[in-house]
């Protein structure tokens, strides 16, 4: 069976320290692969979306940037968070059902 | 482009009553469509799905949907709620099986009392 992993769980950073969140996806190839945003109170961001290693596509421009070093990671990643960057974040995979997937989420807060 | 509107960020019921949470879309296409239940600081699980077969779907914990073309609606009902039904629920919209962008509306939270 398929599952995903995201970590951490929860991450406290201070403004203008760098970010890497990692999102793993078993049990599937190929999967396309999203990072969300969901802040307090709002619903969600669709930050980026890959389709295939190495093909990132950007959503809303911001301080974030995703990677997809191997066929079934996603990583998403800042060099420099702003507090606006707080949230919590939600990684997510399509295969060949339908509906997505999503992983248990990384709650972010800048301070 | 697509668009989802969910009406009412707040909905507020007693245990055994009906849940009707709404859920209006809009799409050039024919849509595939979800509702996804989120607890406190968990991810998103499915509820249920249209995807172009019968409009009356059921879903997981008795909730279901009706998907209605006319009205552009994909209302999420349930005959008697829950005190664990109270989290947050989210109805989304997609333009393909899946594979294409998901797209949420802003979510209604759900509240039930005793």
């Known amino acids: 069976s398929q599952t995903i992993h995201q970590w951490p769980a929860t991450l406290v950073q201070p403004v203008g320290s760098p970010l890497s969140l990692e999102c793993t996806v078993e049990g599937t190839s190929n999967p396309n692969l999203y990072w969300y945003r969901q802040a307090a109170g709002r619903g969600l961001q669709l930050l980026f979306y890959?389709?295939?290693?190495?093909?990132i596509s950007s959503e809303v421009p911001q301080n974030l940037s995703a990677s997809r070093p191997q066929d079934r990671q996603f990583i998403l990643s800042s060099k420099k968070l702003l507090l606006s960057d707080s949230g919590f974040y939600l990684c997510?995979?399509?295969?060949?059902?339908?509906?997505?997937?999503f992983g248990s989420g990384t709650r972010l807060t800048v301070v | 482009a697509q668009s989802v509107t969910q009406l009412g960020s707040h909905v507020s019921v007693s245990e055994g009553a009906l849940v009707l949470l709404r859920c209006n879309y809009s799409?050039?296409?024919?849509?595939?469509l979800f509702w996804y239940v989120q607890y406190p600081n968990q991810g998103l699980q499915l509820l249920l799905k249209y995807t172009s077969a019968a409009t009356l779907v059921k879903g997981i914990n008795d909730f279901e949907a009706e998907f209605k073309k006319s009205e552009t609606s994909f209302h999420l009902t349930k005959p008697s709620a829950h005190m664990s039904d109270a989290a947050e629920y989210f109805c989304a919209v997609s333009s393909s099986g899946g594979y294409n962008k998901l797209i949420f509306g802003a979510g209604t939270r759900l509240a039930v009392h005793p």
């Open positions: 799409s050039s296409v024919p849509p595939y």
């Open positions: 997510a995979w399509t295969g060949s059902h339908y509906g997505y997937t």
């Open positions: 890959s389709v295939g290693i190495g093909q």
